[in-house]
């Protein structure tokens, strides 16, 4: 950050992240992800996982995540009030600090039941991190680690 308050690196816009990240969740590639569309994606999770993660998106309750309501998940809401996402994001800071750091994301991960080693952890918060920041990830660090 300069004094002026801008940055010397420009920065990354996290909607063309989230687009992405639709984008691979939207199997069929028809603008919407359905129930079907994720269950392809995550062949691991049982029906009641699925069911659960669209009943969060699917604001509308049409049967679909069309990518206004995807974005409205893993954003915080123009009304002030924090997404989907934010509202992980800060339970997964376990120091409160504002950062996700490897203690807190290796924590969260073993107590969802996700097996994951070492470096892996730490690819995340380096995907996530800012100009190299390895001590953790901030709320749209995380955002970058999810569109992946």
């Keep these: 950050m300069c004094p002026t308050g801008t940055s010397l690196w420009p920065a990354r816009n996290i909607s063309d992240d989230l687009r992405s990240a639709f984008e691979v969740l939207d199997v069929d590639r028809d603008g919407k992800i359905s129930r079907e569309d994720l269950k392809t994606s995550y062949a691991d999770a049982d029906d009641d996982v699925i069911g659960t993660m669209m009943t969060v998106a699917d604001s509308n309750q049409n049967g679909y995540v069309e990518y206004d309501e995807f974005e409205n998940v893993l954003r915080s809401n123009n009304n002030g009030s924090g997404g989907v996402m934010e509202d992980v994001f800060k339970a997964m800071d376990g120091d409160g600090d504002g950062k996700v750091g490897y203690g807190d994301l290796r924590s969260y991960l073993l107590s969802a039941g996700l097996e994951v080693n070492d470096d892996e952890i730490k690819a ?3 995907l996530g991190g800012v100009d190299g920041d390895t001590d953790g990830v ?11």
Aim: proline share 0%.
């Design 124 to 126: 995340m918060i380096r």
């Design 138 to 148: 901030s709320f749209e660090g995380f955002l970058k680690i999810l569109a992946v």
